[in-house]
């Protein structure tokens, strides 16, 4: 799917709320709140996947009103989504200590203020700072929405539920390059951020009306494991878009010795301690184990293609950006229509085939990337990004499914919560990644512009490729119980 954000099946439950799918609700909603509660998660889930897919379309004009490079505006979307990895694991957290209604509404009203501040920067900076406010909100407005309805309902209405819930996941990606190019186009770049304040609002009113007020003995943070991963998680990312300059390469590889040594301090402090915010224990598990590097390494180069084909179309191709967010929308459909056949493929050829085979195509796509020109018609280029989406579709069910398909009990929460931080950051590693390789070729290379993306193409192709290589680990039997 053509997004930053988690999509339809990368959708998980914060990490204390997997533990109350195995008993019945604690709390008896009224009929009103039975009936109208999924809403609460159908308009957050909308609210962000709007937002991260409408903002790709746009990025160009923005760093024309900015003054800005539009090949430096990666960290417009990477610092959304690292604040959403830094944070997402203390949102059930939050939760369950100062109440669901509470934390949920506060989270709307910070989602929406982030996004009036984004909309009225003068600058860069001053958006990248807005986006965080924005990601905070982000980070506990649909972990916690998911939270009150696993918490609300009966095991045996929870999936009907849900798939109710996350029908926007769907939808946005679909609509959103569309809006975001017109919006755009024919208004001002600044509606595409306070298209959100309208949504917010009708968050609050349902919110107001339907959400109960949940709390859970919260127990004690792991502060400091959260401190050590939250920073380690930023140096890093910085790392990856600090080494591509050659002035400040240095720098680079100071912080990614820092960011390193943070970790290790972690896993040093998550072997000691009671309850660490992600045991290190879920790494025992062979499947997560394969899943959940797989998940990283692969994403490299699948999260950098939405953040870079809006910039190939608009700064290299002269497309206007109605006209692409009009060629964005094919990813989208493809990603919808192989969904009723996903569990049947896996089913015939198991998770290992369908993961090295999937993961090997995509790659060879993300090359087939490099071949296109200004001069091709959108009818030659259409195909390749239905065949793409539904690609990506397939490869994030699949890995999900396999990360934590074999843990049981209370690993199922911590190892859930960590994969969805896990996604988050690999989509922010896999922006910086890819603008890094961008700005290599075209300014420390002098490549012409065309060309500096079809070689990033080229690059982040091979590196998806050889990223499957980590599923071959996999045994032909794994995942057959979730068939």
């Known amino acids: 799917m053509p997004n930053n954000l988690p999509n339809a099946e990368d959708t998980s439950i914060s990490k204390s709320s997997s533990a109350v799918l195995d008993t019945e609700p604690k709390f008896k909603l009224s009929p009103s709140q039975a009936k109208f509660l999924p809403y609460v998660l159908a308009v957050a889930l909308f609210m962000q996947i709007l937002d991260a897919t ?37 949102s059930g957290f939050m939760a369950d200590k100062y109440g669901t209604r509470k934390v949920f509404l506060s989270a709307i009203v910070l989602f929406s203020i982030g996004s009036i501040f984004c909309a009225m920067s003068s600058s860069l900076d001053i958006l990248v700072a807005s986006r965080i406010l924005q990601g905070i909100g982000g980070a506990m407005m649909t972990p916690v929405a998911r939270l009150i309805l696993v918490k609300s309902y009966p095991r045996n209405q929870l999936l009907t539920v849900m798939n109710f819930a996350v029908i926007p996941a769907l939808i946005a990606p679909l609509v959103g390059p569309l809006v975001g190019g017109y919006l755009v186009q024919y208004a001002s770049w600044h509606w595409i951020f306070l298209i959100n304040v309208p949504m917010g609002i009708l968050g609050m009113i349902i919110g107001f009306k339907l959400v109960p007020d949940l709390r859970e003995a919260a127990g004690k943070l792991d502060w400091l494991g959260f401190g050590l991963f939250a920073i380690a998680a930023g140096l890093l990312t910085l790392a990856v878009e600090l080494l591509s300059k050659p002035d400040k390469a240095l720098w680079g590889v100071s912080l990614v010795a820092i960011g390193v040594s943070l970790l290790l301090m972690y896993a040093r402090h998550a072997r000691k301690a009671t309850n660490p915010i992600f045991p290190l224990s879920l790494f025992d598990i062979r499947t997560f184990r394969i899943g959940i590097t797989g998940n990283l390494f692969t994403r490299l180069g699948i999260s950098a293609v939405p953040y870079l084909i809006p910039l190939l179309l608009q700064v290299a191709f002269k497309y206007t950006p109605s006209q692409a967010g009009w060629l964005l929308t094919p990813i989208a459909v493809g990603a919808m229509g192989i969904k009723p056949w996903v569990s049947k493929i896996i089913q015939r050829f198991s998770y290992r085939k369908v993961l090295v085979i999937n993961t090997t195509v995509l790659g060879t796509l993300i090359i087939l990337l490099a071949q296109l020109d ?110």
């Open 374 to 483: 200004a001069s091709m018609p959108w009818y030659y280029i259409a195909p390749l990004l239905v065949v793409m989406g539904a690609c990506n579709s397939m490869q994030f069910s699949a890995m999900n499914t396999i990360t934590i398909g074999d843990l049981k009990g209370s690993q199922t929460s911590s190892g859930n919560s960590l994969m969805a931080v896990n996604q988050q950051l690999a989509v922010s590693f896999g922006i910086a990644f890819g603008a890094a390789i961008l700005t290599v070729f075209s300014d420390r290379l002098n490549f012409e512009i065309i060309s500096a993306f079809h070689a990033t193409y080229y690059v982040l192709g091979v590196i998806t490729i050889i990223s499957g290589l980590s599923f071959l680990r996999l045994k032909p039997e794994d995942g057959r119980g979730l068939y």
């Open 54 to 90: 409408i903002l790709n379309t746009a990025l160009p004009e923005m760093a024309l009103a900015l003054g800005e490079s539009p090949l430096k505006m990666q960290w417009a979307v990477i610092s959304y989504a690292l604040t959403l990895a830094i944070f997402i694991p203390i």
